[in-house]
Nanobody, 126 residues
Framework: QVQLVESGGGAVQTGGSLRLSCAATGKTYPQACMGWFRQTPGNGREGVATISELGEATYYADSLKGRFTISRDNANDMLYLQMNDLKPEDSAIYFC???????????????????WGQGTQVTVSS
C-alpha cells in the first residue's frame, strides 16, 4: 500500500502561483509513474500532468502546457506541481495519483491509477 497526502492548496488571485506537494509513504519502491488530476463539482477527474518513474519524461494536458510544471524527488518520496499564471478556471480539487506501473505513455487516465490522495483545494479568484 502507498499513502499519498497533498498539501499546498489555497486561494490566490488571477495570475498568482501555487506549488502543490504530495508526500508518499508506505511501499513506495519500486517507483511508479505519478501524476496530478483535478476535479470540479459535477465533473470527473481530469488528468493535469504526469511524470515518469525517474522523472525523465513529463506529460501535460494541452491546455496547461507552459503554465504548470510537474516534478518529483524520489529520494524523499515527494511529487510536486508548480502552477503559474493561475486562472479562475484552474479552480478545482487537485489530487495526487500513483499509477499501477512504471509506464506513463502520456497524461494518466483515471483507470491507470492505483492510489489516490485525498485532494487539496485550489481557488483562483478574478
Amino acid at each position: 500500500q502507498v499513502q499519498l497526502v497533498e498539501s499546498g492548496g489555497g486561494a490566490v488571485q488571477t495570475g498568482g502561483s501555487l506549488r502543490l506537494s504530495c508526500a508518499a509513504t508506505g511501499k513506495t519502491y519500486p517507483q511508479a509513474c505519478m501524476g496530478w488530476f483535478r476535479q470540479t463539482p459535477g465533473n470527473g477527474r481530469e488528468g493535469v500532468a504526469t511524470i515518469s518513474e525517474l522523472g525523465e519524461a513529463t506529460y501535460y494536458a494541452d491546455s496547461l502546457k507552459g503554465r504548470f510544471t510537474i516534478s518529483r524527488d524520489n529520494a524523499n518520496d515527494m511529487l510536486y506541481l508548480q502552477m503559474n499564471d493561475l486562472k479562475p478556471e484552474d479552480s478545482a480539487i487537485y489530487f495526487c495519483a500513483r499509477a499501477w506501473g512504471k509506464y506513463c505513455g502520456g497524461v494518466l487516465s483515471t483507470g491507470a491509477v492505483r492510489f489516490w490522495g485525498q485532494g487539496t483545494q485550489v481557488t483562483v479568484s478574478s
